[in-house]
C-alpha cells in the first residue's frame, strides 16, 4: 500500500510569485484535505476535494485554490505570495468525504522571501 | 466554532519517566478525538483516536481517555523512552458540512537518555 506522497519537499520564492504544490493519496483514498501548519503551530484546514470537486473550505482567502484529478491526486496553487505564507503545508487523504482517520504526507515546506 | 486547547510546552522528561499531556476541546455535537505525533522534519502521524465518550484509544504504549463530561482527552504513557522525543498534537474531527480536523497547538515532549 502507498502512502500519501508530496513534492516538492521544499521551495522558495519570493513574495508575488505563484506556487503549486502536488500530493498523491494513498491507495485506495477518494478524498484530499490540504492543510497549512505555520512555525510552532498546529495545521490549519485549508480546503477538502472530493470527486474533484472542493468539499468544505477553511478560513483562508481566494488566492489558495486547489484541484483534484482523476486519479485523486491533487494539486495545491497559491497567488500572489505573502511572507505569512511561509509554512508547511501537509496534505492528508482519507477513504471517504467525511472520513475522519486521516493519513498525511510528509509535507512540503514553502519559505516566501 | 470548535477549538483544541493543550497544555503549555515544551515537556521535558528523563527516560522511564510517567506521562502526561493535557488536551481539552470545544465542539458542538459529538466530535471523534484524536492524536497525531509529528517526528523532527516529518508529517504527521496518527498515534491514537476514539470516537465516543469513554472510549479509550491506545498505541505504542500511550494510551488516551474521551471524557465527555470533562471534554478532555489526555494523553499519558507509562515509561516513555527516548525514540518518543516528538511533537504531539491533539485535534477533533467534525463531521456534516464542512468535516475537517481541528487542531490544538502542539507539545513538545523531549525525552533523556
Known amino acids: 500500500e502507498t502512502g500519501v506522497t508530496q513534492s516538492p519537499t521544499h521551495l522558495i520564492k519570493t513574495r508575488g510569485q505563484q506556487v503549486t504544490l502536488r500530493c498523491s493519496s494513498q491507495?485506495?483514498?477518494?478524498?484530499v484535505s490540504w492543510y497549512q501548519q505555520a512555525l510552532g503551530q498546529g495545521p490549519q484546514f485549508i480546503f477538502q476535494y472530493y470527486r474533484e470537486e472542493e468539499n468544505g473550505r477553511g478560513n483562508f482567502p481566494p488566492r489558495f485554490s486547489g484541484l483534484q484529478f482523476p486519479n485523486y491526486s491533487s494539486e495545491l496553487n497559491v497567488n500572489a505570495l505573502e511572507l505569512d505564507d511561509s509554512a508547511l503545508y501537509l496534505c492528508?487523504?482519507?477513504?471517504?468525504?467525511?472520513?475522519?482517520?486521516?493519513?498525511f504526507g510528509p509535507g512540503t515546506r514553502l519559505l516566501v522571501l | 466554532g470548535d477549538s483544541v486547547t493543550q497544555m503549555e510546552g515544551p515537556v521535558t522528561l528523563s527516560e522511564e519517566a510517567f506521562l502526561t499531556i493535557n488536551c481539552t476541546y470545544t465542539a458542538t455535537g459529538y466530535p471523534s478525538l484524536f492524536w497525531y505525533v509529528q517526528y523532527p522534519g516529518e508529517g504527521l502521524q496518527l498515534l491514537l483516536k476514539a470516537t465516543k465518550a469513554d472510549d479509550k484509544g491506545s498505541n505504542k504504549g500511550f494510551e488516551a481517555t474521551y471524557r465527555k463530561e470533562t471534554t478532555s482527552f489526555h494523553l499519558e504513557k507509562g515509561s516513555v523512552q527516548v525514540s518518543d522525543s516528538a511533537v504531539y498534537f491533539c485535534?477533533?474531527?467534525?463531521?456534516?458540512?464542512?468535516?475537517?480536523?481541528?487542531f490544538g497547538k502542539g507539545i513538545t515532549l523531549s525525552v533523556r537518555p
Open positions: 485535534a477533533l474531527f467534525s463531521s456534516g458540512a464542512n468535516s475537517k480536523l481541528t
Open positions: 491507495s485506495g483514498h477518494n478524498t
Open positions: 492528508a487523504s482519507s477513504l471517504l468525504a467525511g472520513g475522519e482517520t486521516q493519513y
